[in-house]
């Protein structure tokens, strides 16, 4: 597959923030309560003939480095691996010791994804995307095979820097 990954930039920051609305719903993603304006936050985006195919974006916060967002719209192709790799590399090169996610209970094929690759649950946090829906009212109620999205559940892995 032919594409091009690039650091986030000024010149495709208006593209990106589209993206997200498009994907998430709104130009804000809420996890664990903290809202990430995604006009703000760094990431790897991953283009094809000028189109976005692929998009992460982080956080970082002390020695912890947050995937707020992850998304490939060509799937089994390798792209969100490659993504998962560009992170790690980004992490280590800031001295992040811990690179961490939410995803919500209805997100099996995420959890999948994320287990296969080193990833570990550290937290079930009951019912925080109710609250979460407080602050962002755009989150459906239901998820990936019609689930009910509840719960976030944390993951994270440790790397050595
Ligand atoms: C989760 C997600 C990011 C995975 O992205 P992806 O591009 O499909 O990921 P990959 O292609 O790297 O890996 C998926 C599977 O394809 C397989 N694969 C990779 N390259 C392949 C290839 N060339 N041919 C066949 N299969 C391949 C991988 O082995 C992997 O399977 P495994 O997990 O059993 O090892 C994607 O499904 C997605 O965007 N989901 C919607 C948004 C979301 O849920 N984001 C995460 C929540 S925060």
Known sequence: M????????????????????????????????????????????????????????????????????????????????????EIEKIARAKKCHRIWLITTNDNIRALKFYQKRGYDIKAIHRHAVENARKIKPEIPLKGYDDIPINHEIELEKWISI
């Open 2 to 85: 032919n594409y091009h990954l690039y650091e986030i930039n000024d010149k495709i920051k208006n593209k990106v923030v589209d993206f997200i609305i498009q994907h998430w719903g709104s130009p804000k993603i809420v996890s664990r309560g903290k809202v990430h304006s995604m006009a703000q936050l760094p990431g790897i985006v991953v283009l094809r003939d000028n189109n976005i195919i692929g998009l992460l974006t982080y956080s970082i916060e002390n020695e912890g480095c947050e995937i707020v967002s992850l998304d490939s719209l060509v799937e089994n192709k390798g792209l969100g691996t490659t993504l998962m790799n």
